[in-house]
């Protein structure tokens, strides 16, 4: 009985081991056939494909700049933005005594509190 525990537990190995081995020479195989792909590819210079590439290479580069500027215009308007805000609260400092601007914001935050109890949806029974 042990002996035939062992064959069957031996005989799962040698699967296990078998599939590893198609899985190992499966993956090695994929690897060279795209590798074989890529240097066909690289070596065509018919017009269509040389009219790819220039196409492709000219989304990427567009991509590229309007990401560099969409992030330029996005530091250079939050920079202006939080710059505007100071000049507004030094502004508003220098006017307005500091109880007064105490009591503004509490006024500011009951209204918004009001807005947001009006707003909410009410249950239905």
Do not use: W
């Amino acid at each position: 009985m042990e002996k035939q525990i062992m064959d069957i537990l031996n005989a799962g190995i040698g699967i296990f081991q078998s599939g590893k081995e198609g899985l190992d020479k499966a993956k090695v195989q994929l690897e060279q056939t795209y590798n074989e792909l890529v240097s066909k590819g690289a070596s065509d210079n018919s017009e269509d494909s040389v009219k790819v590439r220039q196409s492709v290479d000219k989304i990427l580069t567009d991509i590229k700049e309007f990401s560099s500027v969409a992030g330029k215009n996005y530091d250079e308007t939050r920079s202006k933005i939080v710059e505007n805000y100071a000049k507004i609260s030094e502004e508003i400092k220098s006017r307005m005594p500091e109880g007064k601007i105490e009591s503004v914001k509490a006024k500011i935050n009951e209204v918004a509190e009001s807005i947001k109890k009006s707003s909410a949806p009410t249950a239905k029974a």
